[in-house]
């Protein structure tokens, strides 16, 4: 491989040396004595400011987003913020490897997010929007040493599968396009890509202990908001002998904040990455939520009876404040979440103990208490702007408790007898919990849209290519 950017100022060649680089423009300016080429190849947020001088050296095909190389240009030390520049003269070469139309639509330097999102050929070329795909990559980095440091065992399960994890009926089917000659259907019976590896994780907990995986995850919803996708990654991990929610939750902050810590710590990475590139109005949000995020204690922890009541005060002393008036029972809508989150602990907080028919039947249902109806041993956490980051719970490990459950919401048990079977072998009290990861980003980014933090975001009527 020929030296990338990245490489370059990780250890900066001695001044006054050959170089030669290889990359796209992201900038131009020329005038009479002299002219000015930034050059980006996506290895870093980071450019290199290119002296072209006489200026006629530059071909005239040369344009913002145009592929160059420079053979022997001159690695020179620069003058005031710049550290370095390369000389470009009579005794290098700057030459087009590919030229860019007229119409090439990132000529343009103002756009928006909205209009990006129709050019996903185009988009992540800019250099700002480059910077969300290296963090998401380090981000993922941040998770892997972090499991890895708590002696998790990352895993593959299967993205098309027979169960309905989550039992809300967003299935996509899975189907053979050629099937045209079989009578049956391809697998024999019906196919859908996965909404929640859980299921097959727990089987994996059972083997392995500590388990965790990310994979893309699918759900038919129609609801086209700025926190859903059809196809999103799903961060989820299982743990054997857990028998305390607060186990669940506590190990969920510390994960979070981990990943947080190394946003200021790793100068070529996460933090800067994504600073270096952002406005000062983004820059600056972005900076005061992760001091806040790691700033306090720790976060807070109310069951959602206590929700309720919270949401239920705010709704009676002024009811504009929610569209929806909160109720025990009812679900949590995503402008409470957001509220609670947002308005209420202005942090993340996470919110036990829902009531049973608000969760999927896996969930270990809590003895006694006195709630009106009763509630499940889980947790959501709510975190400001963008609500729900994080389900998780305990699991019920009793197969007579399970099978009851799942006669008493009238769910198909022909495809849970494999899940059911292990609950008869060696059963043993576990959780865990599902964290999407694409929120994930989307909330240390402080970015508007979930669209915005995936290469090619899915969602209703939008699969563009
Ligand atoms: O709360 P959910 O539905 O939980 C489960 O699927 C569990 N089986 C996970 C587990 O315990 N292993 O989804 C988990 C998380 C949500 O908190 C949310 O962050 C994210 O997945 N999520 C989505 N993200 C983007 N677009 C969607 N349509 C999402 N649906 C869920
Ligand atoms: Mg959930």
Request: proline residues 5%.
């Amino acid at each position: 491989l020929t030296k990338c950017i990245k490489d370059i100022y990780r250890s900066p060649p001695c001044a006054n040396s050959p170089i030669s680089l290889k990359g796209w423009v992201s900038g131009t300016r020329i005038s009479k004595n002299v002219a000015f080429v930034d050059m980006v190849d996506g290895t870093t947020y980071e450019d290199v400011k290119c002296v072209v001088r006489p200026p006629y050296l530059l071909p005239n095909a040369v344009k913002v987003g145009t592929s160059i190389k420079i053979d022997n240009g001159l690695w020179v030390e620069g003058r005031g913020k710049q550290k370095y520049e390369v000389q470009v003269t009579e005794n290098s070469s700057i030459g087009v490897i590919g030229e860019v139309e007229e119409l090439f639509p990132l000529l343009k330097k103002q756009h928006t997010e909205k209009f990006l999102r129709t050019i996903p050929q185009y988009r992540w070329r800019k250099p700002e929007e480059a910077a969300i795909l290296r963090f998401r990559s380090n981000v993922e980095t941040a998770l892997v040493n972090f499991f890895d440091q708590h002696s998790f065992t990352k895993t593959h399960p299967p993205i098309m599968t027979s169960s309905d994890c989550e039992g809300a009926g967003e299935l996509f089917t899975v189907e053979a396009a050629s099937n045209a000659s079989l009578d049956k259907c391809f697998f024999g019976k019906e196919a859908y890509l996965t909404v929640s590896t859980q299921l097959h994780l727990e089987v994996l907990c059972a083997a392995l202990n500590r388990v965790w995986t990310l994979t893309p995850c699918f759900r038919a919803e129609e609801s086209d908001t700025n926190r859903h996708l059809s196809e999103f990654w799903m961060l989820e991990a299982e743990m054997a002998f857990t028998s305390r929610v607060d186990q669940l939750t506590d190990f969920s902050e510390l994960m979070i904040k981990s990943v947080i810590s190394k946003l200021f710590s790793d100068f070529y990475g996460m933090g800067s990455n994504l600073l270096k590139t952002a406005s000062k109005e983004q820059g600056a949000s972005m900076l005061k939520r992760w001091e806040m995020l790691l700033g306090q204690e720790k976060w807070a922890s109310i069951t959602y009876t206590d929700a309720i009541k919270i949401l239920r005060t705010a709704y009676e002393n002024d009811d504009s404040v929610f569209q929806y008036e909160p109720k025990w029972g009812d679900s949590l809508k995503s402008e409470h979440e957001k509220w609670i989150a947002g308005e209420y602990f202005k942090n993340p907080v996470f919110v036990t103990d829902y009531p049973v028919e608000e969760k999927a039947f896996y969930m270990k249902i809590n003895e006694g208490g006195n709630t009106p109806a009763p509630t499940v041993a889980c947790y959501d956490l709510l975190v400001p702007d963008i609500g729900e980051l994080i389900g998780g719970s305990l699991r019920e490990e009793e197969y007579g408790k399970l099978c009851t459950e799942i006669e008493r919401r009238k769910l198909n048990l022909e495809p849970l007898k494999w899940y059911l079977a292990q609950r008869k072998n060696g059963t043993f009290p576990h959780g865990g919990f599902g964290m999407g990861f694409e929120r994930l980003l989307q909330y240390l980014s402080c970015k508007d849209n979930i669209k915005d933090v995936i290469a090619f975001p899915r969602t209703v009527n939008n699969c563009l290519c």
